[in-house]
């Protein structure tokens, strides 16, 4: 037999493409030639698949060998080809049987001595795979793991193409890899037992993460920011098996997974630089990857020094803030990432920090307002609570008295979002955060007195209908921190007083 035929896939953004390996080994010139719009490092296989097979024991006639990748319309990217390639190449040579391959799909990169190596992106592959009824994938063995995630599809690991060919000939017997979820309790690297005083800041990050909204933190140098932004990441709820599908997706595309330990079991807690690129924090390049948003998808974005980023970097978070996702368009498609992310942003007041306390604080007016300034009017709207660190005194540093503990805060959290859970069950909704304005009226309604409450703050405050609408989306969360089914007008006072702060330091 000449013609031969494997089923593969790419990669494409978070989702897989079905790629069908065609290979014709045919008496003619001894040649190597390959079809099928292929990128630099996929025309490279064909000198690692020659070279794997003889180093493998398999004996290379020489003969005229074409392969074509199809579909030709789809870019094929990545070394993910290699296994299927060389395995098409023995069928056609007759050293396996295809009937061996009929419903089974195969992806690894090869070495030169025929070893099967580690590819990204496994798991969106078995998934799809599942879903159009394949029976069984042959990976690599580094990534068996991570593909048995998804429990119902046989996943056969390699270690190498000639425990490959043993396999498929019937020869070898591997048994289907075995991938359990493990549930982990989250962890961080600061508890909120650690943070002395602080009480309305700690208040703030209990509500913030109990209806998934966005945080910002305004405070002179060392009052506890960023010490209370990273205990955040310990007071997330348990991450649900979906979610933490859906989480590793990303992280398998962007090769950022464990072997021993594939699947994420923990909500991420990212925290990125002020030198980050438009790419790295969005997502994008020439060939589009997530970026820092994505990775952050069902956790937290921690900015911390908020001034320090470039004005359009921050300015490109606006649209993902709002539709909890980025879409990135290229002349030859448009891509889709998740980026339902709570973020998080500490920054000072002003250059030197110690604004409005006119004593301490050097700065002009004109060097504040510029300061200030480079937080957009826009950008601001879409926090739903900003609140001050005020500088730690000392009897708080060395009081006796006891901090709550993350675990505690914890607890009400979850029983918050189980209140959440319960309400929204049979809809997208998952946390408050998500609530559109026809949400609201159905799932956030008033009464007399707290329509009257809210006119008052709109006028006074000259609120935008976005941030009229966080602040009813921030009382449904308190309310449900006190187990409350109707929003109270105590609610909405607190969740406008969390509104107070950027008219303070902007004007508003």
Request: with cysteine.
């Given at each position: 037999m000449s013609f031969s035929r494997v089923l593969s896939a790419s990669i494409e953004g978070l989702s897989a493409e079905f790629v069908d390996v065609e290979a014709d080994v045919s008496n003619g010139l001894p040649v190597f030639n390959m079809v099928g719009y292929l990128s630099s490092e996929v025309k490279e296989a064909g000198e690692r698949v020659r070279?794997?097979?003889?180093?493998?024991?398999?004996?290379?006639?020489?003969?005229?060998?074409?392969?074509?990748?199809?579909?030709?319309?789809?870019?094929?990217?990545?070394?993910?080809?290699?296994?299927?390639?060389?395995?098409?190449?023995?069928?056609?040579?007759?050293?396996?049987?295809?009937?061996?391959?009929?419903?089974?799909?195969?992806?690894?990169?090869?070495?030169?001595?025929?070893?099967?190596?580690?590819?990204?992106?496994?798991?969106?592959?078995?998934?799809?795979?599942?879903?159009c009824g394949v029976k069984y994938c042959i990976i690599p063995k580094e990534n068996e793991a991570e593909g048995a995630l998804t429990g119902n599809m046989e996943i056969i690991g390699?270690?190498?193409?000639?425990?490959?060919?043993?396999?498929?000939?019937?020869?070898?017997?591997?048994?289907?890899?075995?991938?359990?979820?493990?549930?982990?309790?989250?962890?961080?690297?600061?508890?909120?037992?650690?943070?002395?005083?602080?009480?309305?800041?700690?208040?703030?990050?209990?509500?913030?993460?109990?209806?998934?909204?966005?945080?910002?933190?305004?405070?002179?140098?060392?009052?506890?920011?960023?010490?209370?932004?990273?205990?955040?990441?310990?007071?997330?709820?348990?991450?649900?098996?979906?979610?933490?599908?859906?989480?590793?997706?990303?992280?398998?595309?962007?090769?950022?997974?464990?072997?021993?330990?594939?699947?994420?079991?923990?909500?991420?807690?990212?925290?990125?630089?002020?030198?980050?690129?438009?790419?790295?924090?969005?997502?994008?390049?020439?060939?589009?990857?997530?970026?820092?948003?994505?990775?952050?998808?069902?956790?937290?974005?921690?900015?911390?020094?908020?001034?320090?980023?470039?004005?359009?970097?921050?300015?490109?978070?606006?649209?993902?803030?709002?539709?909890?996702?980025?879409?990135?368009?290229?002349?030859?498609?448009?891509?889709?990432?998740?980026?339902?992310?709570?973020?998080?942003?500490?920054?000072?007041?002003?250059?030197?920090?110690c604004y409005p306390d006119m004593e301490k604080c050097k700065c002009t007016p004109a060097q504040i307002r510029a300061y200030l300034g480079k937080i957009s009017m826009p950008f601001l709207d879409r926090i739903d609570l900003c609140t001050e660190a005020p500088r730690v005194g000392y009897e708080d540093l060395n009081g006796y008295q006891e901090s709550e503990s993350s675990a505690e805060i914890r607890r009400r959290v979850c029983l918050a979002r189980d209140r959440q859970k319960e309400r929204y069950r049979g809809t997208a909704i998952k946390i408050n955060a998500e609530l559109d304005v026809n949400d609201l009226k159905k799932y956030c309604r008033l009464g007399k007195r707290g329509q009257n409450l809210m006119e008052q703050a709109f006028n006074a405050m000259k609120l935008t209908a976005r941030a009229y609408h966080k602040i009813i989306r921030t009382a449904r969360t308190i309310a449900d921190l006190e187990g409350e089914e109707e929003i109270r007008v105590s609610h909405l006072r607190e969740a406008i007083g969390y509104r107070t702060v950027d008219s303070k330091y902007w004007g508003r």
């Open positions: 070279t794997a097979i003889r180093n493998s024991g398999f004996e290379y006639p020489p003969k005229r060998t074409v392969i074509n990748l199809s579909p030709a319309a789809l870019r094929k990217r990545g070394a993910s080809f290699d296994l299927p390639i060389a395995v098409s190449i023995l069928i056609s040579l007759g050293i396996v049987d295809p009937a061996r391959v009929k419903s089974c799909l195969l992806a690894g990169e090869l070495s030169l001595d025929g070893k099967v190596r580690k590819i990204p992106g496994v798991l969106p592959i078995v998934t799809e795979a599942e879903k390699v270690k190498d193409l000639a425990e490959t060919v043993d396999f498929l000939q019937g020869k070898k017997r591997i048994s289907p890899a075995v991938s359990k979820y493990v549930f982990r309790e989250q962890k961080a690297e600061v508890d909120f037992a650690d943070i002395r005083g602080q009480e309305t800041v700690r208040r703030a990050a209990e509500i913030a993460v109990a209806g998934g909204h966005n945080l910002l933190l305004i405070g002179p140098p060392g009052s506890g920011k960023s010490m209370t932004a990273r205990a955040v990441a310990g007071i997330l709820p348990p991450i649900e098996k979906e979610e933490s599908l859906e989480i590793t997706k990303i992280y398998s595309v962007m090769d950022m997974l464990r072997p021993e330990a594939p699947m994420i079991v923990q909500r991420p807690f990212r925290e990125v630089h002020h030198t980050v690129t438009r790419a790295a924090l969005i997502g994008g390049g020439t060939v589009p990857r997530p970026g820092e948003i994505s990775l952050a998808h069902g956790g937290v974005l921690f900015l911390d020094e908020l001034t320090e980023y470039r004005k359009e970097i921050l300015e490109m978070l606006r649209q993902p803030l709002e539709s909890r996702c980025v879409e990135i368009s290229r002349a030859y498609g448009k891509y889709r990432f998740p980026a339902g992310f709570m973020l998080v942003a500490a920054m000072n007041p002003c250059p030197c920090g």
